[in-house]
């Protein structure tokens, strides 16, 4: 049998993140991020789907990713939509 693919590199993403974190990391730290990771590319792609429809787009365009995302504060913009983290659906 055949070894499997993996996603990602798991040592280096866990290294990235001690880095940038200076704190030790769990032990599946790594796979809640990649999870994480690709619930937000869903999402976004999702309403991006949505977005290039309703402007008679035949497919997902730069265009209709920007017109869905937009840079801000949480605090400040929250009645605006859903946010995560900074990024904010409108």
């Known amino acids: 049998m055949a070894a499997a693919q ?7 993403i ?5 880095a940038h974190s200076k704190r030790n ?3 599946n730290v790594d796979v809640l991020i990649f ?12 309403e ?3 977005q290039a429809k309703k402007t008679g787009e035949k497919g997902i365009t730069a265009r209709a990713v920007r017109k869905v995302t ?3 504060d949480c605090a400040l913009d929250s009645d605006m939509g859903r946010c995560y983290g ?3 659906w409108v």
Do not use: C, M, N, W
């Open 6 to 12: 993996k996603l990602y590199p798991r040592s280096t």
């Open 14 to 18: 866990k290294r990235i993140i001690k």
């Open 25 to 27: 990391v769990s032990k």
């Open 35 to 46: 999870l994480d990771y690709t619930l937000f590319l869903q999402h976004l792609i999702r």
């Open 48 to 50: 991006a789907s949505i």
């Open 70 to 72: 937009e840079v801000g």
């Open 86 to 88: 900074r990024l904010i």
